[in-house]
């Protein structure tokens, strides 16, 4: 399996950005579609957006459509999350996530193989 580390959380205002990173190893990044998913106290963990291998393919929840942008860099073997006009309800666990290039069908967190451990987004009003 491929290993991830995310980075890039912290603490800001409503209507801030922050750029989320993570960092793959241990397997060919490119045989690997990713996403981000988040993860509020007390509630599920939700779909954010995801990407395919060559990055040309990308598709977001709802909530972030508009704010967010997912991209990767398959030379640096790091997918990112910018993250645009902030909000209190996007404050959560920010998690990526991998799949294989060959597996299909929805972006429920179960058809991922691999997480990282998550890094802390908290957006004040």
């Known amino acids: 399996q491929v290993q991830l580390v995310e980075s890039g959380g912290g603490l800001v205002q409503a209507g801030d950005s922050l750029r989320l990173s993570c960092a793959a190893s241990?397997?060919?990044?490119?045989?690997?579609?990713m996403g981000w998913f988040r993860q509020a106290p007390g509630k599920e963990r939700d779909f954010v957006a995801h990407i395919s291998w060559s990055g040309g393919s990308t598709f977001y929840a709802d909530s972030v459509k508009g704010r967010f942008t997912i991209s990767r860099d398959n030379a640096k073997n790091t997918v990112y999350l910018q993250m645009n006009s902030l909000i209190p309800e996007d404050t959560a666990v920010y998690y990526c996530?991998?799949?294989?290039?060959?597996?299909?069908?929805?972006?429920?967190?179960?058809?991922?193989?691999?997480w990282g451990q998550g890094t802390q987004v908290t957006v004040s009003s």
């Open positions: 241990g397997r060919t990044f490119s045989n690997y579609a």
């Open positions: 996530a991998a799949r294989p290039v060959w597996y299909t069908g929805d972006y429920s967190p179960s058809r991922y193989v691999s």
